[in-house]
C-alpha cells in the first residue's frame, strides 16, 4: 500500500489544500504508481485492445493510491485539496493518459452535484464512502438528443406516492457517453422531476438499471464510456439530492468553473506529453546534416508555438484555481474564467499533440511512438464538459455584457493596467496584451453600433478573440510574478521568469495581432464597420522582435540558454 495521502500529518492546512510536500510527492507518487503498473508498452496493447484497467483505476481511487480524497474535504474523511492541488494532479494523471485520468475524474464529476446540492446527511453517507471505501461514481447527463443543451433531457423521474407523501421516484430513460458508465458501482443521474430537472444517487445493482458495452472510440480507450438504460428503476425519495425537485441544472451550473479548469489541466497534461516527446526526438533526429532541433522552420513551427500557447493556457488556469480557492467561485461565478481555460487549455493540447505528430514525421504517424495515441486522446478535452463551441459562446456572451455594462470600458480598464504593468515590466509582453485589448474594445463597440452579434458565427469569433486577449493579460502577469519571485509555491515552475517573459511576449503578439485583423474582418465581414487601421498598426509594430523571442524559447527548450527549463516531476 502506497498510501501517499495519509503519510502527512500535516498535510492539509485549513482552506489550503495540500502542504508543498505533500502535493509534491502526491505528483511523483501518480507518475510511479502509473508507470509501474503500465508502462508504454502496456499502454499501447490497452488502447489497442480498447480495455480500461479497472484494477488500476480502483487502485487509483481505493486504498492503494487513495487518490479520491484529494477531492472530498477533510469533514468527511478526505484531504481537502485545493482547486490548485487538483489541477496539478489532473494534469500529471493526462500526462500519463487522458483516459486514465478521465476515470479518476469521474467519480468527482459525479459527485458533484452531491457537494453542491446535498443534505448534510447525505454528504455525509455519500462522500464518506467515497473516502472510506474508493467507491467509483459515473456523472450521468448526457442523454442521445441531449448533449450541450441540456436542457432537452428526457429521462424522466416519477414520483411514487404513499399515503400522500413521496416515498420515491421511478426513472426511466437512455444516458449517452457516460464515462465509467460500465464500471461504477453508483451513479448521479440527471432526470426531469415534476419539479423540474433533478438529480438522483442510483447504486449499480438497482432493478431496471443497465449498462450497455463499452463505447468503441476514437480516443481514451482505456477510459470505460457507455449508455446506459434506465427502465422504471426506484430511487428512494433519500436518494434524491438535496431532498429538493428542480435543482439540477442550477446544480451543475454551480461547479463548471471547478470542472472546467480539471478539463484544461488535461488538454495541458496531453500536449505536453507530446511536446516531451517531440523535443528529445527532434534533439536526436538528424536530417539535412544536424539534428531538426537547430532547423528554425522546425522548432519555430512544430515546437516553440505549441509550448507558448500550452503555457498561455496555465498563466490563466492559475490564477482562475487560486480565485476558487480564494471563495470567489460560489455559484458558478467563475464560470466564464473556467471557460477561458477549458478553451486555450484543450485547444492549445490538440494543436500541439497534432504537432508532435508532424514532428516525428513518419514515426510520428505508427502507433510505437505514443504521440499516435495522444492526439487521439487529447481529442475528447475539446467535446466533453462542454465543446469549444458551447465555451465560445459563454465566454462571449458574458464579457459582451460586461462591454455593455461597462459602456465599453471592461477592456479599456483591462487595457489600462496592462499598461502600468508594462511600465514596471517591460519585458514580459504586457505592451501587445494592452494593444489586444483596445483593439478588442473597438471591435466589440464597432459590434454594439451595427448591432452583429446577431449574427452567431460573430459571437463565437469574439469569444476566440476574448479568450486570446485574455490569455496573454494573464501570461504577462505570470511572467512578471515570475520575474519578481512572486509565484505561488505550489504553482508549476517549470520555468524561470525570463523563459515565461520571452514566451509570454510571443503569445502577446499573436493576440494582438488576432484581434486587431479578425476583429475587423467579422465586423466588416458582417456588415458593420471598423474605425481604421489604428489598432492593427499597432498590433504590426508589436511584432518587432517576434523571431528573436521564438529563438530565445527554442534555446530554453532545448538546454542551449544554459537556464530556464527544469525536468518535470
Ligand atoms: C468519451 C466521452 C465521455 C463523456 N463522458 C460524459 C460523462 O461522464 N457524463 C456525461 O453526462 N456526458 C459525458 N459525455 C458527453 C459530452 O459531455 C457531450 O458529448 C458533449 O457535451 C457534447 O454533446 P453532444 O455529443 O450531444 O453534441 P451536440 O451538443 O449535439 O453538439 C454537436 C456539435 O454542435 C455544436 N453545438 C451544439 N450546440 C450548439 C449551439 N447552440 N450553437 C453552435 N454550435 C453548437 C457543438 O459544439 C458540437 O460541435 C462524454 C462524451 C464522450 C465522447
Not at 308 to 313: D, K, P, T
Not at 390 to 401: C, G, L, V
Request: aromatic share 8%; proline share 4%; hydrophobic share 40%.
Amino acid at each position: 500500500m502506497i498510501s501517499v495521502m495519509t503519510t502527512s500529518e500535516n498535510a492539509v492546512e485549513a482552506g489550503a489544500g495540500l502542504d508543498y510536500d505533500t502535493l509534491t510527492m502526491m505528483l511523483e507518487t501518480v507518475r510511479d504508481y502509473v508507470r509501474d503498473a503500465i508502462p508504454d508498452e502496456r499502454l499501447l496493447q490497452l488502447d489497442h485492445e480498447d480495455e480500461c484497467p479497472v484494477d488500476l483505476v480502483r487502485g487509483m481511487c481505493g486504498d492503494q493510491l487513495g487518490i479520491q480524497l484529494l477531492f472530498i474535504p477533510e469533514e468527511y474523511g478526505g484531504m481537502g485539496g485545493s482547486t490548485i492541488d487538483v489541477y496539478r494532479i489532473c494534469e500529471q494523471m493526462a500526462y500519463l493518459d487522458v483516459g486514465i485520468a478521465t476515470s479518476v475524474l469521474a467519480t468527482f464529476l459525479g459527485s458533484d452535484p452531491i457537494f453542491v446540492g446535498a443534505t448534510p446527511e447525505q454528504k455525509s453517507r455519500w462522500l464518506t464512502e467515497i473516502a472510506e471505501r474508493g467507491v467509483l461514481y459515473a456523472y450521468g447527463a448526457t442523454e442521445p438528443d441531449a448533449g450541450s443543451d441540456l436542457a432537452a433531457l428526457k429521462t424522466t423521474a416519477t414520483p411514487v406516492l404513499s399515503d400522500g407523501t413521496v416515498t420515491g421516484y421511478r426513472i426511466s430513460g437512455r444516458k449517452q457517453w457516460i464515462s465509467n458508465g460500465g464500471i461504477a458501482d453508483k451513479y448521479t443521474i440527471l432526470a426531469s422531476a415534476p419539479g423540474g430537472p433533478s438529480w438522483f444517487v442510483l447504486d449499480r445493482g438497482a432493478e431496471g438499471f443497465t449498462q450497455n458495452r463499452p463505447e468503441d472510440k476514437h480516443g481514451i480507450r482505456l477510459s470505460n464510456t457507455a449508455a446506459l438504460f434506465l427502465d422504471d428503476v426506484f430511487v428512494p425519495a433519500g436518494d434524491l439530492v438535496g431532498g429538493v425537485e428542480g435543482q439540477g441544472l442550477l446544480q451543475a451550473q454551480k461547479v463548471f468553473g471547478y470542472t472546467r479548469v480539471m478539463v484544461a489541466a488535461f488538454g495541458l497534461g496531453a500536449g505536453w506529453s507530446a511536446l516531451d516527446r517531440a523535443i528529445p526526438y527532434s534533439a536526436t533526429r538528424i536530417q539535412g546534416g544536424a539534428p531538426l532541433s537547430e532547423k528554425q522552420g522546425y522548432t519555430h513551427k512544430l515546437i516553440v508555438p505549441h509550448v507558448v500557447r500550452l503555457e498561455a493556457a496555465r498563466a490563466f488556469i492559475e490564477p482562475v484555481a487560486t480565485r476558487i480557492d480564494a471563495g470567489e467561485g460560489v455559484d458558478g461565478a467563475l464560470n466564464t474564467e473556467g471557460a477561458i481555460a477549458k478553451y486555450l487549455a484543450t485547444e492549445a493540447g490538440n494543436q500541439a499533440a497534432d504537432a508532435a505528430i508532424q514532428a516525428h514525421g513518419g514515426y510520428g504517424y505508427t502507433r510505437e511512438y505514443l504521440v499516435e495515441k495522444i492526439r487521439r486522446d487529447v481529442r475528447i478535452t475539446t467535446i466533453y464538459e462542454g465543446t469549444s463551441e458551447i465555451m465560445e459562446m459563454t465566454i462571449a456572451r458574458d464579457r459582451w455584457q460586461r462591454h455593455l455594462k461597462t459602456a465599453g470600458r471592461y477592456y479599456l480598464d483591462s487595457a489600462a493596467g496592462l499598461r502600468a504593468l508594462d511600465a514596471r515590466h517591460p519585458d514580459v509582453g504586457a505592451g501587445a496584451a494592452a494593444v489586444a485589448c483596445e483593439a478588442l474594445a473597438s471591435v466589440l463597440e464597432a459590434c454594439r453600433a451595427g448591432r452583429l452579434t446577431r449574427n452567431q458565427h460573430v459571437l463565437l469569433r469574439l469569444g476566440e478573440l476574448i479568450a486570446a486577449a485574455e490569455g496573454a493579460g494573464c501570461f504577462a502577469g505570470r511572467a512578471a510574478a515570475a520575474l519578481d519571485d512572486e509565484l505561488p509555491e505550489k504553482a508549476d515552475h517549470r520555468f524561470d521568469g525570463t523563459a515565461l517573459a520571452a514566451m509570454s511576449r510571443v503569445f502577446a503578439r499573436d493576440a494582438a495581432l488576432r484581434v486587431a485583423c479578425d476583429g475587423p474582418r467579422w465586423v466588416i465581414g458582417a456588415g458593420g464597420t471598423f474605425p481604421g487601421g489604428l489598432w492593427l498598426d499597432a498590433a504590426c509594430a508589436a511584432q518587432e522582435g517576434l523571431i528573436a523571442d521564438m529563438d530565445r524559447v527554442a534555446d530554453v527548450l532545448y538546454g542551449r540558454a544554459g537556464a530556464g527549463i527544469l525536468p518535470r516531476i
